[in-house]
């Protein structure tokens, strides 16, 4: 990998226990950069109003519930969040049990109409883990992979080594456990960002919902690639 250059009122750690408010700008800036998304429509039956609950949901599960993720955050001079990312090491599931369910999901899921839940249950419970298990070439490939479920930086910030630098943390955790570095994204902009960083596809699928079609493209990055 190569030498990366941060701006220099850049600092980028792993936050384990982080505050409300580090939680807040994390879910803001999530969704303002996931709002045009159209896979977040689809997740949300098709109630963009809902979008920041199911966010809530997923950073606060995967940061707060021990042992469940590991979140990279990077902040400016005055500590301001100018961006995150989150992963689930091997053998997690982010909302596997009731305890998880309870940062969120569950209310989340409640404010749903009955449409949204069923097509939430058939698609990113069944069809989506199928893409990702075919495109990877791993069963239950989600739980088996070190897999990025967030990675957000403020369009000021883009461009300037970030992501890349919280990749090749993400990448040095996962060599230690012989896991490979996987992802999915909805916006078809990431695909040069990520074949940058050292991602490379696996796999491209289009969603069908009540409420448009959504993209995904699987990415992989192998933390101990065979030899030739």
């Known amino acids: 990998m190569t030498t990366i250059v941060l701006p220099s009122n850049i ?23 996931q709002v045009g998304d159209p896979s977040c429509k689809a ?20 940061w707060l519930w021990e042992g469940a ?20 090491p091997l053998g997690q599931d982010l909302f596997g049990s009731e305890d998880r369910r309870q940062f969120g ?3 989340f899921m409640e404010k749903m109409s ?3 839940k069923k097509y939430f249950a058939e698609s990113l419970g069944r069809e989506f883990p199928k893409y990702l298990d075919e495109a990877f070439g791993i069963p239950q490939s989600q739980t088996k992979v070190h897999f990025c479920n967030l990675v957000m930086v403020q369009p000021e910030y883009q461009g300037k080594g970030i992501a890349s630098a ?10 230690q456990m012989g896991a490979v570095v996987a992802l999915s994204t ?18 491209h699928q289009v969603f069908q919902s009540p409420w448009g079609e959504w993209p995904s493209w699987a990415f992989a990055w192998e933390t101990n690639p065979k030899e030739p």
Not at 11 to 33: C, F, G, R
Not at 80 to 86: A, D, K, R, T
């Open 11 to 33: 600092t980028i750690s792993e936050v384990k226990e982080p505050t409300e408010e580090m939680i807040d700008q994390a879910v803001k800036l999530t969704n303002a950069l």
């Open 43 to 62: 997740w949300t039956g098709g109630n963009l109003e809902l979008l920041p609950l199911l966010m809530h949901a997923i950073i606060k599960a995967t």
């Open 69 to 88: 993720g590991i979140t990279y955050v990077a902040t400016d001079e005055n500590g301001v969040l100018v961006g995150f990312s989150q992963w689930l």
């Open 105 to 107: 999901f569950d209310e």
């Open 114 to 116: 009955d449409e949204a």
């Open 166 to 175: 919280m990749f090749k943390m993400a990448y040095e955790e996962a060599k």
């Open 186 to 203: 909805g916006n078809e902009h990431n695909i040069v960002v990520y074949e940058h960083i050292g991602l490379t596809v696996k796999g």
